[in-house]
């Protein structure tokens, strides 16, 4: 078979070539009401679909601040200057700090606060002329800043938009995903115009019994302000709309923000696919048209939605449909068969694209799944209205490409978290002293050939899955007991755990990277 190998590698080479340098447009995030989850959970989750991102989570503990004391904030920005290109953290000024701050849980884009409250993010980009380099918070930022200074969803969104209404959006279009215990929001935000200091943003809730996605396009449309239990907006989201010519009130049409704010995201299949396939998977029997540029902002689910049902969501690829990325991949043996090419498989480092028959290609128009090999990190969070908060709130943690990833529990109560999931393996470059790499390396492997490595994944994936996510009653249980008599041993007892978690996977998958190499050494 050395012609099918040969041929294969050529292949892959093209591709490489072609890299595309632009990954802005990459995240996703899945969103399930308390009456749509199996056990009550709200959830929401993120994919962090960028590799310059860093891969460093830490504790930020509460804290009681001094009378007039200020919040220094940041922006992203890219910086080459270490072993890997990766985004770096710029100043751009400061603001008057809060009394007291809750403490969270925070990758790069803050997942959850002590009480329980949760965010993803989802990029969308948005009309370029609105972006203005004025303001001092960006998305990052503006998670923290949640976090930070709101107990629910509803006062994140009100403390957020304040925030950026004075202080100004300094980013892309965004959309937040917002949890607490209660219910989940969809937050989306745009800038004010070049030059200008401010924003524009809106938000909309899931019903309690629907599932909602954000897939790096806008997803709310028209706003009813009448029903505050529904929505909110900032005051000038439908001014700046009529101002600037991106909705005619004389036309007769409503008004809806995603058309004024980001059209282009309904022409892409890079966002539409995914908003499909999402929707459809959990309500098939809606048979939502996988051509079609709009979809309902949210579905009544079919069945209950577990943390695990939105992992293997993570994990899609399209495969079995027609979208399948590699569907038409094929080279010639030696007996001059057409067979499926060894390297085609839905994970390479190198999506397909037209050059070899595959639907879309590189670009924001072109097709993409949810499952990306260039994935930083992914979350999926449960906030639980029946258990104290240090327990109640869970981030599902996991490393690199969701396709491959274990992800482990870590509770909103937890102190403390390894070192190696502290330190940033952007900024070390390749180092066993950041457990990042000990999953992008086994995913960078397998990636290869999927077609023979996903069985030695799964191997190592789903047997620690399955352990977590089985043990979660006794842990809960263990840890409410404690709760009552001592709060610090509960959250001592919970710090365990993720600890112990944290260890056993990062060992896993260090051996199965070794495992790897080894088993398919003379195979390549």
Not at 42 to 62: E, F, K, L, N, W
Request: aromatic share 10%; net charge negative; charged share 25%.
């Amino acid at each position: 078979m050395r012609t099918v190998t040969n041929k294969a590698g050529v292949l892959a080479a093209v591709l490489f070539m072609i890299w595309p340098m632009d990954r802005v447009h990459a995240c996703t995030s899945i969103l399930v009401g308390r009456l749509a989850s199996r056990d009550g959970s709200v959830m929401t989750s993120h994919t962090c679909d960028s590799h310059r991102t860093g891969s460093q989570i830490v504790v930020v503990p509460a804290a009681v601040h001094r009378p007039n004391s200020h919040r220094f904030l940041t922006k992203r920005s890219d910086d080459d200057s270490g072993p890997m290109p990766r985004y770096g953290r710029v100043p751009t000024g400061k603001i008057p700090q809060v009394a007291e701050t809750y403490g969270y849980l925070a990758p790069a884009y803050a997942a959850m606060n002590e009480r329980q409250l949760a965010i993803g993010e989802s990029t969308f980009g948005g009309r370029k002329e609105l972006e203005s380099d004025q303001g001092l918070i960006d998305c990052e930022t503006l998670t923290r800043l949640m976090l930070e200074r709101a107990a629910t969803a509803r006062q994140a969104i009100r403390i957020g938009g304040q925030l950026i209404e004075q202080y100004g959006w300094c980013d892309t279009g965004e959309a937040l995903t917002i949890a607490d215990p209660k219910e989940v929001w969809v937050m989306e935000i745009v800038g004010p115009g070049k030059d200008q200091t401010g924003a524009v943003w809106v938000a909309q809730r899931v019903p309690d019994d629907h599932v909602s996605v954000a897939a790096n396009g806008a997803r709310i449309g028209e706003i009813d302000l009448s029903r505050p239990d529904f929505y909110m907006a900032s005051r000038n989201v439908v001014k700046i709309a009529e101002d600037r010519g991106y909705w005619n009130p004389a036309s007769g049409q409503p008004f809806c923000f995603y058309h004024a704010f980001d059209p282009e995201s309904r022409t892409s299949f890079a966002v539409t696919r995914r908003e499909w396939r999402v929707l459809d998977l959990l309500a098939p029997s809606l048979q939502l048209n996988p051509n079609s540029n709009v979809f309902p902002f949210s579905v009544k689910p079919e069945n209950l939605v577990a943390p695990e049902t939105i992992m293997e969501l993570f994990r899609d690829t399209f495969e079995g449909t027609d979208f399948d990325v590699v569907k038409d991949l094929t080279v010639t043996d030696e007996d001059g068969q057409t067979v499926k090419s060894p390297l085609a498989n839905p994970f390479m480092p190198y999506d397909m694209n037209k050059l070899l028959r595959i639907n879309g290609g590189w670009g924001w128009r072109g097709e993409r799944p949810l499952a990306r090999w260039y994935c930083m990190y992914a979350t999926v969070t449960q906030s639980r209205d029946w258990l104290a908060d240090p327990v109640g709130g869970i981030v599902w943690f996991g490393y690199g490409n969701p396709a491959m990833t274990t992800y482990v529990p870590m509770y909103a109560g937890i102190t403390d978290l390894p070192q190696d999931y502290q330190t940033d393996g952007r900024s070390t470059g390749f180092s066993r002293r950041s457990a990042w790499w000990a999953f992008n390396r086994a995913a960078t492997l397998a990636a290869q050939r999927w077609g023979d490595m996903r069985s030695d994944v799964a191997g190592v994936r789903d047997p620690l899955q399955e352990k977590y996510l089985a043990a979660q009653g006794d842990i809960a249980t263990t840890a409410a007991e404690l709760f009552e008599d001592s709060p610090a041993e509960c959250r001592r007892y919970l710090t365990d755990k993720t600890l112990e978690a944290c260890k056993e996977v990062t060992e896993a998958y260090w051996n199965l990277g070794d495992r790897l190499w080894t088993k398919y050494d003379e195979q390549w």
